[in-house]
């Protein structure tokens, strides 16, 4: 059967090629999510300023023991004395540790550009070298890097203004140094400028000669163990330098899983539609083979060559363009932000080895059903229904179809009952099992769609409307082939944008609910705390707060011993969400935001204390110590003095500003809100509170507007990790909805010559397919439509609190707009190429 199934391949070229581009691509899109997946277990980030030491000590940014591994999102900082206890182990010949911080030149041609500075201790973990003039060796003194220097005009000798802790500051160049445009300063400024005394970013150790590098990375494991501190070698040390790469490193893998699974479940569709459809056009083939004796087990073996030496050719042109696709998606990803562009592509084998069983389980799969269903039937119902272009619908399918069915109504249960931000990730694995569904009742949702159009088409269109609808009813296998990718295509589209325009809705909406203030006061290198107090007293403001985001967790009673050595979560540990932490300055939180306390009092937030939501109260009353992990990984217990209410899902925990803001990255205040009084002219007063930009250099002042827009710009990078996402998966679908069309066209070559020779003109053939494109079109927009729904209205609920989507009328109209163009496209155009040939020609040439 395989040198038959070999034979075959050259008389079925459609029908093959069709499956063959399908395999291509999901293959490739498989492999390409399955490489990006491993760059993400691997976090591998090439140092770029830490080259020098072969061994790096930093924070550890996990917090371990809890079920999900999560991660602190500012930066876990180091004892300084670490380095003394490190340079004191055997075979350390040296360390180097290293405080960073963020600056910028107050004015000059870069002005405003975030420049990083350091201690100068650390200059010899990259190399640096001096060019011109001397290092910083006393207070008030820094090297600049020669780039730097060169678009700002800067000379050793000369000063330059930088931007510190909020306030412009002078210094005395000492010298120039050739590096990434860093600048540098005397170890305890730089603690300073950081606002972090007695603490380190990261430690370099320089192993001595003919010391074993390996020993020397397992006596600083030794020296450092129960404390959180990873020790880091190789392309582990870019961690170091950039702390994001750990939690968006493990943001990734979970972006790959959900993507590469989203791309399998329509890869599997697709493939099956597209080799269902060609097996349909072979039914009269099938049907032959068993009348004059093939066995049904033959007719599977043939198949399923086919279909394997077609999948086996099609993987095996895959496997090189699978890691183009996973660098393409990584640098996309790094583009929009999402992941920090020093994450490189790391992948090897094993996402190819997984893509290419994976396509060839698809593609067995999808040819088995397709084989089983051409076998099963008696030769003489097989020539009956190749005749008819019918197929019975078998009680396997409607099981598997209310089984499917059943799932779907189970995962919109639970998308209703999610939080809002995490609705999505419930409703997404729901449109693919509705999508399965609704494909499996394909046939008898296109049946009773063609139904209630054939009285209208054929009212409107004659003839030719009555032909149409006649065609699909008789051939409804064939209609359901064609509807599938249409139906994929729309389905997905419909739910996935409006996915992503109802969470926006619903952050924006809970934003815009809190959102009191009538101005912001704002910095991208951000403004010193007593700030506040400034702005309080300008004549005109009510009230005033900072807002200082984070994020932290409630610590169970199973994490408050000692710090959770590595691997000791997983199953059965504690799961432990993170909470949205804002430091606020009580006096002015009630004019200037929504926030309202349901017990105890708002203004009591003065030293360790906390308010929380009162769904993680955990039955705890006012005055209670709550121990909790704020953003940096620092342990501490808060007095609860309130209690408040909110949207579920974007609760957020407040704390005084003074207790939170050391234990961010930046140390600094990001915004400070305004509530003006009654009658003043909020122009004139946002022009009084810009003045303080001549001491707080970068300051801004904005409306409620502005603020609205900024908070709707933060959210267009998740938008656009949805649309790319969306992109290259409807793309596919949109690819597979063409190619199942011009095949479906090119099948009915007899068909339009007989129509032909019995009379019929060419406009009335391409009049006619242009109709039966109408029916699957609409059969496709209505089933997709109805997933979307499904999808959709349990997201409402959960997000909006109504059963209707956010977002846009138009996209409805161009997804069915799009959609009927395609198929309109798709199957005219092969139409009017197979009836340029006369039509006697054409029935003669046909192998039968």
């Not at 494991?221 to 582990?236: N, P, Y």
């Not at 690819?735 to 007899?750: G, P, T």
């Not at 059963?803 to 409805?812: L, S």
């Amino acid at each position: 059967m395989i040198r038959i199934a070999l034979r075959t391949l050259r008389f079925h070229k459609a029908g093959f090629l069709a499956s063959f581009i399908a395999m291509f691509l999901g293959a490739a899109i498989v492999m390409g999510c399955g490489g990006l997946l491993e760059t993400g277990v691997h976090g591998a980030a090439p140092p770029q300023r830490l080259t020098a030491a072969p061994i790096v000590v930093t924070g550890d940014q996990r917090y371990h023991g809890t079920a999900a591994d999560e991660v602190f999102p500012e930066r876990v900082h180091l004892d300084a004395r670490l380095a003394g206890e490190l340079a004191a182990l055997p075979g350390v010949a040296a360390v180097a540790p290293d405080v960073s911080f963020r600056t910028s030149l107050s004015r000059g041609a870069p002005a405003g550009v975030p420049v990083t500075g350091h201690g100068w201790s650390s200059a010899r973990l990259a190399q640096y070298r001096i060019q011109t003039g001397a290092p910083p060796s006393r207070p008030g003194q820094v090297v600049v890097d020669t780039r730097l220097a060169g678009q700002a005009g800067l000379r050793p000798g000369g000063q330059v203004e930088l931007v510190v802790r909020g306030a412009a500051k002078r210094y005395e160049i000492s010298g120039l140094v050739t590096g990434d445009g860093s600048v540098f300063v005397s170890d305890a400024e730089a603690a300073a400028m950081a606002g972090r005394p007695g603490m380190v970013d990261t430690v370099g150790v320089f192993v001595a000669a003919g010391a074993d590098a390996g020993q020397v990375r397992k006596a600083v494991e030794k020296a450092v163990a129960g404390r959180q501190i990873s020790v880091l070698t190789g392309d582990e040390r870019g961690q170091a330098e950039n702390s994001d790469v750990v939690s968006d490193a493990g943001d990734l893998v979970a972006l790959a899983a959900a993507f590469g699974g989203l791309a399998a479940m329509v890869t599997v569709f697709i493939i099956a539609a597209t080799l269902g459809l060609s097996m349909q056009q072979r039914h009269r083939e099938m049907a032959l083979l068993r009348a004059i004796g093939a066995t049904p087990n033959q007719l599977r073996r043939l198949i399923l060559g086919e279909t394997m030496i077609l999948a086996a050719v099609a993987t095996a042109l895959a496997w090189p363009v699978g890691p183009y696709v996973g660098r393409w998606l990584l640098g996309a990803f790094a583009g929009a932000g999402v992941v920090p562009d020093a994450i490189v592509y790391r992948a090897g084998s094993g996402p190819m080895i997984v893509g290419v069983g994976a396509a060839l389980l698809i593609a067995l799969g999808a040819a088995f059903i397709a084989a089983n269903g051409a076998a099963r039937t008696r030769p003489t119902e097989a020539l009956a229904e190749a005749s008819l272009g019918r197929r019975r619908f078998s009680r396997v399918r409607l099981v598997l179809a209310v089984l499917f069915l059943g799932g779907g109504a189970a995962l919109a249960a639970g998308t209703a009952g999610s939080d809002g931000p995490d609705a999505a990730g419930v409703a997404t694995p729901a449109a693919m099992v509705w999508t399965a569904g609704f494909g499996l009742l394909g046939p008898v949702l296109a049946r009773a769609v063609t139904a209630v159009m054939h009285r209208p088409m054929r009212a409107a269109f004659g003839n030719a409307g009555h032909l149409a609808t006649s065609n699909t009813k008789a051939r409804i296998a064939r209609l359901a082939g064609a509807v599938l990718p249409v139906m994929l295509a729309t389905g997905l589209a419909l739910a996935l944008t409006y996915m992503q325009t109802t969470q926006s809705s619903g952050s924006d909406k809970a934003f815009e609910e809190n959102l009191r203030a009538d101005l912001t006061v704002a910095s991208d290198s951000g403004l010193p705390l007593d700030l506040v107090d400034t702005v309080k007293a300008q004549p005109g403001v009510a009230a005033a707060t900072a807002q200082i985001t984070s994020l932290g967790f409630i610590e169970p009673k199973e994490l408050a011993g000692p710090a959770v050595a590595e691997g000791d979560g997983g199953k059965g540990a504690p799961d432990v969400p993170a909470m949205s932490l804002l430091g606020v300055t009580p006096e002015g939180i009630t004019r200037t935001t929504a926030f309202r306390a349901v017990s105890g009092s708002l203004n009591a937030l003065h030293g360790n204390t906390v308010a929380l939501p009162a769904r993680y109260t955990s039955g705890r009353k006012i005055g209670d110590l709550v121990p909790m992990r704020l953003g940096d990984g620092t342990r501490v217990e808060l007095e609860l003095v309130a209690t408040m209410n909110g949207r579920r899902g974007y609760e957020t925990a407040l704390l005084p500003a003074s207790v939170l803001i050391g234990h961010t990255d930046s140390g600094l205040v990001p915004q400070i809100m305004v509530s003006t009084r009654a009658g003043t002219d909020r122009a004139e007063l946002a022009a009084t509170l810009s003045a303080l930009a001549a001491q707080h250099p970068g300051l801004r002042v904005a409306d409620r507007k502005a603020l609205s827009l900024a908070r709707q710009d933060q959210d267009d990078t998740q938008a656009w990790m949805a649309y790319l996402v969306l992109g290259v998966v409807v793309g596919y679908a949109v690819i597979a909805l063409v190619n199942s069309q011009v095949l479906a066209a090119v099948e009915r070559r007899r068909e339009f010559s007989l129509l032909r020779l019995v009379g019929a003109t060419r406009r009335q053939v391409m009049q006619m397919m242009a109709l039966e494109a109408v029916l699957v079109s609409a059969t496709g927009v209505i089933l997709g439509g109805l997933i979307a729904a499904t999808t959709l209205t349990p997201l409402s609920l959960s997000v909006l609190g109504t059963v209707v989507p956010a977002g846009p009328w138009w996209i409805v109209a161009a997804v069915t707009g799009g959609a009927l163009a395609l198929v309109l496209a798709a199957t005219l155009l092969p139409t009017l190429l197979l009836l340029r040939h006369r039509p006697g020609n054409a029935v003669i040439g046909i192998r039968e």
